[in-house]
């Protein structure tokens, strides 16, 4: 398929994916196989081993290419396998700048994997170019940065800061999990790379775990191929099929997933019991204006504090009908959690409130259930918890 040609909702359900030329069958084939006959040593069809590659990993890759508006995609088998593998292009004594608030597991690589390794990281605030700017150092050589990031939804200007990592010849990678190929599109920005956890809006239906790096550099996609291939962490073609299942219908259900954030955003900053709202979407977020520059919708992801203690918001998280009490974000379905005792359990108190994270934050996957049964479950559930 010309890429250029289609826009994303006609490539999310065609790019990578053509009728299997022997049979006609729509849908890609889930080719359960480890090996590939040869015509003759060394002559094969494009395939030896399953490691290296397999065809429904091959159109799973292409598909998510074209989301990304890139060149070459590689498929992993979780969003760690590949952060893990940009992290792989690294030599011990590299320098990493990256945000003071990334997603838990890739704190815990940065600083309890690859530290080990002699890796150096700076932790800063993203949303301020300056401190990025002032946290390169000569050994630089990757940028690392998610944007909306998890729980506050802050927005980093992607451009501002690829062209910071350019200027010292590093490499800017972009965790695009939270915001997904339909709402922002960063190499188009200057990243370099673009990582993404298939596990979550991608694949959708919370039955999966993926990952992915998409670049537009050759060598960068060459060098991502040799350590797919060396280190090994490669998704099955089932988990594959799964994936491009999903993103056949990103685009229907991030309208969906958009619409219902902004309208469940809307009523939090209206009620009483919620002193605030964390969503690019609201002209009161911090983000909101480079957020409206280079996303085309705010995303399905919203937190807010309550008035109200530790205790009682845990009451209110436990309290849901609708909403799935979990960790994990980015399926049909509605979840709540409360990062203090659940995911960002693993920071000091301290260290935690400084970061902005309350007691009585709560953040919230908002699915794609009718938006009126979601406000009246949040509803029931403040009445519930709250006294
Ligand atoms: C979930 C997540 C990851 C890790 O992905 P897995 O598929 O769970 O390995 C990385 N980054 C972000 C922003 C995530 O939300």
Redesign the pocket.
């Known amino acids: 398929m010309d890429d250029d040609q289609f826009r994303i909702e006609t490539r999310s359900i065609h790019a990578g994916q053509e009728p299997d030329e022997e049979t006609g069958a729509l849908m890609t084939p889930i080719h359960a196989n480890s090996t590939y006959e040869q015509d003759a040593p060394g002559e094969h069809r494009g395939y030896e081993y399953s490691r290296t590659g397999n065809p429904t990993r091959t159109d799973l890759e292409e598909n998510l290419a074209s989301l990304e508006n890139a060149e070459y995609g590689r498929a992993f088998a979780?969003?760690?396998?590949?952060?893990n593998t940009v992290l792989n292009l690294l030599e011990s004594g590299d320098h990493v700048v990256t945000g003071n608030d990334?997603?838990g597991?890739?704190h815990r690589i940065f600083t309890q994997v690859y530290e080990d390794y002699d890796l150096e990281f700076s932790f800063v605030d993203m949303t301020d170019l300056e401190a990025i700017e002032s946290a390169f150092q000569e050994n630089t050589e990757l940028l690392w940065l998610?944007t909306p990031t998890?729980p506050l939804m802050s927005i980093v200007d992607i451009e501002g800061a690829a062209e910071i990592a350019h200027d010292h010849d590093a490499l800017c990678a972009i965790?695009n999990?939270?915001a997904t190929p339909y709402l922002q599109n960063p190499l188009d920005l200057g990243a370099d790379i673009v990582?993404h956890?298939?596990?979550?809006y991608l694949g959708g239906h919370s039955d999966v775990?993926?990952?992915a790096l998409l670049t537009n550099d050759e060598e960068l996609d060459e060098e991502f191929g040799f350590y797919q291939n060396s280190v090994g962490a490669t998704p099955g073609p089932f988990e594959s099929f799964l994936v491009l299942r999903g993103t056949k219908t990103l685009p229907v259900r991030m309208d969906r997933h958009c619409k219902n954030a902004s309208a469940i955003a809307s009523w939090l900053e209206d009620n009483p019991d919620v002193e605030r709202v964390y969503y690019p979407g609201l002209a009161s977020h911090p983000g909101h204006e480079i957020a409206s520059e280079q996303m085309r919708d705010f995303g399905g992801m919203l937190s807010f504090e309550l008035d109200a203690s530790l205790e009682e918001a845990s009451e209110v998280v436990s309290s849901t009908e609708v909403f799935t009490l979990a960790e994990?974000?980015?399926g049909v379905e509605s979840l709540i959690e409360q990062p203090a005792p659940m995911t960002h359990a693993a920071i000091p108190r301290e260290e935690r409130l400084e970061a902005g994270l309350k007691d009585s934050l709560i953040r919230v996957s908002v699915g794609i259930e009718h938006v009126d049964d979601l406000i009246g479950d949040l509803k029931q559930a403040f009445e519930q918890g709250l006294e």
């Open positions: 979780s969003g760690m396998a590949s952060i990334v997603y597991g890739t998610e998890n965790d999990t939270f990582s956890s298939l596990t979550k775990v993926g990952g994990s974000l980015g």
